[in-house]
T-cell receptor
C-alpha cells in the first residue's frame, strides 16, 4: 500500500535557524512527489514537484531534494512568515484509474519565532 | 488565472440534513479532485473527474456521498443524511492533466455537523 510518513510532526525554530523536514514514502512506482504549504484554515499551496532521484528544486528559502526513498525540504534562515504546515504527497505510476490521486502525509507543523 | 474557488467557505448543519458544496476549477484544467481533511491529518482522496467523467471513487466515499461535474466545468459534492463524522474540511483541486501534474487547491469548505 502506498504510504507517506513525515517527520517531525512539529518543529520550532528561531528565526535564522536552518533545518530540514523529512518525507519518507513507499509507493508502487513514483510518478511525482509534491510539497505543499498549508496555512491554518486554508487550502494547500503548491510549492514543488520532484520526479526522479537526485532532483532538486529551490524557491526563496526553501529547497526540496529527492532520493529513492525520501524527500527533504530544507529551510535556510527561516523567517516567522515561513510558519505553516508543510505537506508532502506522492503520486503513483501505474495502470488504471488510480493515476492522478495524491497520497498525503500528515504534515510537519513549523513554527518560526523571532 | 483566478484560481480554484469553493462555495460556501463554511457550513454548519444538523445531523441528518443534506448539504451540497460547489467547486469552480481553474478554467483550462480538465481534471478535478475532491479531498477531505480532518484536524491534524493530511488531505484524503475522495474522487476525481476528467472532464465530465468520474474516473475513480475512494472507499471513503460512502453511498451518502455523490459528486457531479456536468459539462466538465464546475463540480458539486453532495452529502446526504449528514453524520457528525462528516465534519471536516472538504477540499477541491484541479490540474491540467493526470500523472505528474501538480494539483492546485481551493480554500476549502469547512463542514460542521451538530
Amino acid at each position: 500500500e502506498d504510504q507517506v510518513t513525515q517527520s517531525p510532526e512539529a518543529l520550532r525554530l528561531q528565526e535564522g535557524e536552518s533545518s530540514s523536514l523529512n518525507c519518507s514514502y513507499t509507493v508502487s512506482g513514483l510518478r511525482g512527489l509534491f510539497w505543499y504549504r498549508q496555512d491554518p484554515g486554508k487550502g494547500p499551496e503548491f510549492l514543488f514537484t520532484l520526479y526522479s532521484a537526485g532532483e532538486e528544486k529551490e524557491k526563496e528559502r526553501l529547497k526540496a531534494t529527492l532520493t529513492k526513498k525520501e524527500s527533504f525540504l530544507h529551510i535556510t534562515a527561516p523567517k516567522p512568515e515561513d510558519s505553516a504546515t508543510y505537506l508532502c504527497a506522492v503520486q503513483a505510476r501505474g495502470r488504471g484509474s488510480t493515476l492522478g490521486r495524491l497520497y498525503f502525509g500528515r504534515g510537519t507543523q513549523l513554527t518560526v519565532w523571532p | 488565472d483566478t484560481g480554484v474557488s469553493q462555495d460556501p467557505r463554511h457550513k454548519i448543519t444538523k445531523r441528518g440534513q443534506n448539504v451540497t458544496f460547489r467547486c469552480d476549477p481553474i478554467s483550462e484544467h480538465n481534471r478535478l479532485y475532491w479531498y477531505r481533511q480532518t484536524l491534524g491529518q493530511g488531505p484524503e482522496f475522495l474522487t476525481y473527474f476528467q472532464n465530465e467523467a468520474q474516473l475513480e471513487k475512494s472507499r471513503l466515499l460512502s453511498d451518502r456521498f455523490s459528486a457531479e461535474r456536468p459539462k466538465g466545468s464546475f463540480s458539486t459534492l453532495e452529502i446526504q443524511r449528514t453524520e457528525q463524522g462528516d465534519s471536516a474540511m472538504y477540499l477541491c483541486a484541479s490540474s491540467l492533466g493526470g500523472a505528474g501534474y501538480e494539483q492546485y487547491f481551493g480554500p476549502g469548505t469547512r463542514l460542521t455537523v451538530t
